[in-house]
């Protein structure tokens, strides 16, 4: 079927300003969802892609990769999904199918994935994100919303949710208690505080100030609060974890963390740093330490994370926002003044 004319939110360059922009959607295919979106999170990520910190970029650029919308159209060999169904997209819309990462679930490290924006489709088109009015992809980049759970509510769980549920799934009905750090309390790092204490760890929320420790003990529930400008208090708890999710998305020395991680620890990073980090290995090798990462999640861990979330009936502390209020939203980002998710209601935006 012929592509379809859209309205979405485009960057036209690194000034990362967004305005209205019309393009038209690829053409649909026997396996394609055409979905009508609803709400789409807003993400640091795609503040640095809009200013092509990350890779180059061909603009216009239309953002968003924490997509729900209502399915209002399935190709002829669809199964998954019924019209009126609401959905998610997160983000990536394609992957090569056929190497090992892809046969083992991870199509998140498939060396051929397609990012839901910022890339390119099989046919060459450009795609393009969530701040617009609708999306075609594939039905295995597909996830179902449960129905216990608000479509706004399951926006930030498409990427950040995931983003944290994958590494820390590893951990989950271990035979002992876990004691966990989230490094950095922002997006992705409260909802992992919520999704590590619904597997039952004991969570430390490591912070640079006390500015958050109120939030993090009472309102996230948090076990602990640590501040690592605080000597002290960083020696104390010095060989106490099993494991830091670290999430903090810019420069940061490393070495006060790894003093952390009891012997055999892990520090997992999440968040991206635009300047490279370092450290010295003495930590690692003497505590048979390890540093690794985690990209995302997988569609299969991205389902499971959202029927865990409505199973366990956790809420995403999230700002609903007009779309002609992403400017100022992307603005009040880079300051953090948001607890913790802008969330864009897309529908009924003036982008039909």
Known sequence: ????????????????????YSFTLRKTGPEDVVLKVLY???????????????????????PGHEVVGEVVEVGSEVNKFKLGEKVGVGCLIS?????????????????????????????????????????????????????KLAPEQAAPLLCAGVTAYSPLKQF??????????????????????LIAKAMGHHVTVISSSEKKKVEALEHL???AFLVSSNAAEMEGAAASLDYILDTVPAFHSLEPYISLLKAGG???????????????NDELILGNKSLTGSFIGSMEETQELLDFWAEKGLSTMIEVVKMDYI????????????RYRFVLEVAGSNLE
């Open 221 to 223: 529930q948090a076990d």
């Open 172 to 193: 989950n009905n271990s035979d002992k208690a876990i004691k966990a750090g989230i490094l950095g309390l922002g997006g992705v790092g409260h909802l992992a505080v």
């Open 266 to 280: 892990k520090l997992i990073f999440v968040g991206v740093s635009t300047k490279s980090l370092h450290f010295n």
């Open 1 to 20: 079927m012929e592509g379809r004319r859209v309205i979405g939110w485009a960057a036209r360059d690194v000034s990362a300003h967004l305005s209205p």
């Open 40 to 62: 789409c999170g807003v993400d640091h990520t795609d503040l640095h892609q809009m200013r092509g910190e990350l890779m180059p970029i061909n603009y216009p650029l239309v």
């Open 327 to 338: 400017n100022k939203a992307f603005e009040r980002l880079e300051r953090n003044d948001v």
């Open 95 to 147: 992957s090569c199918g056929k190497c090992l990462s892809c046969n083992s679930n991870n199509e998140q490290y498939c060396n051929q994935r397609v990012f839901t924006y910022g890339a390119v489709n099989k046919d060459g088109t450009p795609t393009h994100g969530g701040f617009s009015s609708a999306m075609v992809v594939h039905q295995k980049f597909v996830v179902q919303i449960p129905e």
